[in-house]
Every structure is written in structure tokens, then in C-alpha cells.
């Protein structure tokens, strides 16, 4: 890893600097999101590589034009994202802070429990188990691209449902419509959005970690996870978002709180609607949409590495 090498830590300052100004002076995050932004890309580049941070920049690039895509329409159906389309840091965390999470539980493993074998290589000790830390660190990779698939299919899957001709349906009673932006609400466009992200997280990373670059640049573009071949990426990524993006709307539709305007009678997961405070309506108070993002990005993590350690089991990998 190079997270203590002055070059890269200097392109890392001056790359995330360009990116929170145009990412700012482009409404796509308030001061409190650039901030959190900066902060949190940092930390995955220096802590793992370019690479890394740059499948989380494709991310919130991707989401963010999404939000922005006929946004006065979304409007009209009162389910825009507020603040223009901008992202706070509580958005920034409840989507990215899961997957820095894993790769900071990977590092921290390696740099505490790390030790070298007779071969010259890393292994990380668990016990009396011993596992290489390039196998961990693909294992937190998976769970990393778990997090990211299913943070890019939650927010396509709203942002382009909303966009559905016809109303979406709950997900626990297909044969109930809600309005549109109703957590828990699914329609045919959310669906494919939903796939659409998904693959174009594991595409991404499989492209990143292909054998190919050996051939063409001597080096493999991540050289700290071991070679994992790029469908095997795909299929765990796009299983493991999808899984997460589902419980993500079936938690939506039964114990995330909901309440209801009192100006337009819309239902929301917010506790203020229209300016004033909403009524309260069903679910648990306490869990919010934020921690509904975070439970199952988390889900889709846990599925993305338990797939790719399955397949790397029987010998698929």
C-alpha cells in the first residue's frame, strides 16, 4: 500500500480538492456534504488506492446526475431530493461511511495482527488462523463493492422510479399503488435502475482489476487484492446489490417510521413536510431513511463477500 508516499498523498489533496469544487459550485453536495465528501474520499484513497476511491466518485457521480435528471418533475410529485438535488454529509456517510467502514476494519486487521511468513508475504492472524492479507483484502473488496452496488441501486431505483409512467407498487402487497417516492414503493423502471446500478459498479471494478493491465502497463491497477476474475466481480456485485437494494424497500414498507403531512397528505419518511411537522403514522420512530441506507448496504455487503469466498471455495473465484 502506498497511503504514506508524499506523491501520492499530495495527487490525492489536489485531485479531491478539484473534484469538492466542481462537485460544489455543481449543486451536487451543500458545505457540510463537500466536507464529508473530501474527507471520506481521502481517507479511501490514501488507505487503499486511486482505484478504490475512484468506484465511490463514479458513485456519487453517476447518483448525482440521476437526482438532477428532470428534477422539476420529481418535484411536482413532492419526492425531489431537497436542497436542489445537494447532499448533506448525512447522505454522504449513510452511503459512504459503510463502505470506508470495511476498508478500515481490512487495513487495522493487517496493520495489528499483520505479520510476514517465511515467503516474504503477509498473513493476517485470527487465532491460531492465518490468512494472507491480499485474500482479506479481496474479501474486503467484495463487501466494499457490496456497500457501493447497492448505495448506486437504492438511489437509481428512486431517482428514475419517480420517473415511472405508472404509480409504483408496494413491495410487501404488489397489488397496492402508493404515490411515487413511498418507501417501499417498486415499479418496472425502479427495477431496471436498480440492475443498471449494480452493473455499473461490478463492471467498473472488473474493468479496474483485470489480469489485462499486466499485459499492458507490467503492473496490475490493484496490486493489494488477489486476482479475481472479472465476472466472478460482476455476478457477486450485481446479486449482492440487488439483495441489498430489496431489503432496503422491504424495510421501507414495514418498520422504517413513516409519517404524514398534514398541509398535502402526502406520506414520507420525513418528520417535516411542507414546513411544518408531520404526523405520525407507522413504522419505528427512531429508524429513518439513513438508517435503512446503512442496514442494507451493509446486507449487501455481508452477500457480495459470503458469494465471492462461496465461489472462491469451490473453486470459481
Given at each position: 500500500m502506498t497511503m504514506l508516499d508524499p506523491f501520492n498523498i499530495l495527487v490525492a489533496l489536489i485531485v479531491m480538492g478539484v473534484l469538492a469544487v466542481i462537485a460544489y459550485r455543481g449543486h451536487i453536495v451543500t458545505k457540510s456534504g463537500l466536507v464529508?465528501?473530501?474527507?471520506?474520499?481521502?481517507?479511501?484513497?490514501?488507505?487503499?488506492?486511486?482505484?478504490?476511491?475512484?468506484?465511490?466518485?463514479?458513485?456519487?457521480?453517476?447518483?448525482?446526475?440521476?437526482?438532477?435528471?428532470?428534477?422539476?418533475?420529481?418535484?411536482?410529485?413532492?419526492?425531489?431530493?431537497?436542497?436542489?438535488?445537494?447532499?448533506?454529509?448525512?447522505?454522504?456517510?449513510?452511503?459512504?461511511?459503510?463502505?470506508?467502514?470495511?476498508?478500515?476494519?481490512?487495513?487495522?486487521?493487517?496493520?495489528l495482527f499483520g505479520q510476514v511468513n517465511a515467503y516474504g508475504r503477509i498473513e493476517v492472524g485470527f487465532g491460531n488462523m492465518m490468512i494472507p492479507a491480499s485474500l482479506l483484502m479481496s474479501v474486503c473488496f467484495a463487501g466494499f463493492l457490496g456497500a457501493v452496488a447497492t448505495a448506486t441501486a437504492d438511489t437509481l431505483a428512486t431517482e428514475i422510479g419517480l420517473l415511472n409512467p405508472a404509480p409504483p407498487r408496494l413491495i410487501t402487497n404488489p397489488w397496492k399503488s402508493v404515490s411515487p417516492g413511498t418507501s417501499g414503493g417498486v415499479s418496472l423502471a425502479g427495477e431496471l435502475a436498480t440492475i443498471m446500478g449494480t452493473l455499473i459498479i461490478g463492471g467498473l471494478a472488473a474493468l479496474l482489476s483485470a489480469p489485462f493491465w499486466i499485459t499492458v502497463l507490467g503492473t496490475t491497477l490493484m496490486p493489494e487484492i488477489i486476482g479475481m476474475a472479472p465476472v466472478t466481480i460482476i455476478i457477486v456485485t450485481v446479486i449482492?446489490?440487488?439483495?441489498?437494494?430489496?431489503?432496503?424497500?422491504?424495510?421501507?414498507?414495514?418498520?422504517?417510521?413513516?409519517?404524514?403531512?398534514?398541509?398535502?397528505?402526502?406520506?414520507?419518511?420525513?418528520?417535516?413536510?411542507?414546513?411544518?411537522?408531520?404526523?405520525?403514522?407507522?413504522?419505528?420512530?427512531?429508524?429513518?431513511?439513513?438508517?435503512?441506507?446503512i442496514i442494507s448496504c451493509l446486507v449487501g455487503a455481508i452477500v457480495t463477500a459470503s458469494l465471492f469466498l462461496l465461489l472462491l471455495g469451490i473453486g470459481l473465484a
Open positions: 464529508a465528501a473530501y474527507i471520506l474520499g481521502l481517507v479511501v484513497w490514501l488507505l487503499t488506492s486511486w482505484t478504490w476511491f475512484l468506484i465511490l466518485l463514479v458513485f456519487f457521480t453517476v447518483t448525482a446526475q440521476f437526482t438532477h435528471y428532470k428534477y422539476a418533475t420529481k418535484r411536482k410529485h413532492g419526492a425531489a431530493q431537497e436542497k436542489g438535488g445537494a447532499r448533506d454529509w448525512s447522505h454522504v456517510l449513510a452511503n459512504g461511511g459503510l463502505p470506508l467502514a470495511i476498508i478500515i476494519i481490512g487495513v487495522l486487521s493487517i496493520v449482492g446489490g440487488i439483495v441489498g437494494c430489496t431489503v432496503d424497500s422491504v424495510l421501507g414498507a414495514t418498520i422504517q417510521g413513516m409519517w404524514r403531512c398534514a398541509v398535502c397528505g402526502k406520506d414520507t419518511e420525513k418528520k417535516t413536510h411542507c414546513a411544518i411537522k408531520a404526523v405520525y403514522l407507522r413504522g419505528k420512530r427512531f429508524l429513518d431513511n439513513h438508517m435503512v441506507n
